[in-house]
């Protein structure tokens, strides 16, 4: 059985958005046990008008909507900055989930699919991991330690995080790894180069990919204009070097699905360290410095390899 979810300090919000009754029923009942508030809505307009009222702590989307492409009322979330990029929605099927079902959602916006028949112990064990990361987020942005665009650390919320990483890694004489990230448009040959700072989709979809592709345990933050950094503990260099080259792949990574608007294509440039073992006089800062010399270094490779490691 799912484990009850402890009590929030204040109500959690779930809002259902489907036509159906009978699935909005069904929801309902396996959430309120758990003590979640449930919202019900019954198409795109009455969703659109709850959430920009009152934005809920996560989302459960039907496929079909009796008033609108469901793929797109999620991808209007974070285009008109709906809700933060820390709610967790979810896109109900009437089927199984294919891993197409999956690229298609993900591209779209959403962090999960759920499908018929659904799994209650899964969907519970979800909304437990998912909810309680978006409430430490909302608490952390609050107290100005998450970026407003991405919601992932700001720098100052990263180095904090990083620091209890790093001292809990000290105490236990375990690895500690560090990615430091950027992502750019491909340029199209003949075009003119683009200039300025990118496009704000472009940073939420790669702040969302790295949500979605790193563990739940290593702390993400966006340094400035599409320039990210993840810090891993548990994680020494060559762990660090796969870790980076998963979360690239994932970046660039393009669905064939048609119902999904085709992106431009990206490229990556990455840098990495990692030790065998965190202790001092080695610090985080140092560590993360490290990670940042590399990443220079891959962006200055005329070779065009896109991923060094940090050598002194």
């Known amino acids: 059985m799912p484990r009850r979810r402890e009590p929030a300090a204040r109500p959690v919000d779930i809002l259902i958005a489907s036509t159906d009754e009978w699935t909005s029923r069904s929801l309902a009942s396996i959430l309120a046990p758990h003590g979640y508030v449930v919202h019900k809505t019954f198409n795109r307009a009455q969703t659109l008008a709850h959430i920009r009222i009152t934005p809920p702590d996560a989302l459960i989307v039907d496929e079909h909507l009796p008033d609108g492409d469901a793929y797109a009322l999620c991808r209007s979330f974070a285009d008109e900055n709906l809700l933060s990029p820390s709610t967790p929605v979810f896109l109900a099927l009437q089927r199984t989930p294919t891993r197409r079902d999956r690229l298609v959602a993900r591209h779209a916006g959403a962090w999960e699919c759920l499908g018929d028949p659904l799994d209650a112990e899964e969907l519970t064990a979800m909304l ?7 409430l430490d987020a909302d608490e952390a942005r609050a107290a100005g330690l998450v970026d407003d665009v991405t919601g992932v650390y700001n720098p100052r919320g990263l180095l904090r995080r990083a620091e209890e990483l790093a001292a809990h890694a000290a105490r236990r004489h ?15 040959p003949g075009a003119a180069p683009q200039s300025g700072d990118p496009p704000l989709w472009l940073e939420r979809r790669v702040a969302a990919v790295l949500r979605s592709t790193a563990r739940h345990s290593d702390a993400i933050g966006r340094l400035g204009p599409n320039s990210f950094a993840i810090i891993a503990s548990d994680t020494d260099a060559d762990q660090a070097r796969q870790l980076a080259e998963r979360l690239a792949a994932a970046i660039v990574a393009e669905s064939a699905a048609p119902s999904v608007p085709r992106l431009p294509r990206l490229r990556v440039r990455a840098g990495y360290h990692g030790v065998a073992k965190f202790d001092p006089p080695l610090d985080i800062k140092a560590l993360m410095l490290h990670a940042s010399v590399a990443l220079q270094r891959a962006r200055a490779d005329s070779s065009h390899e896109w991923l060094q490691g940090y050598s002194a």
């Open 174 to 188: 375990v690895a500690m790894g560090c990615i430091y990230l950027m992502s750019e448009i491909e340029p199209v």
């Open 128 to 134: 437990e991991v998912f909810v309680a990361a978006k």
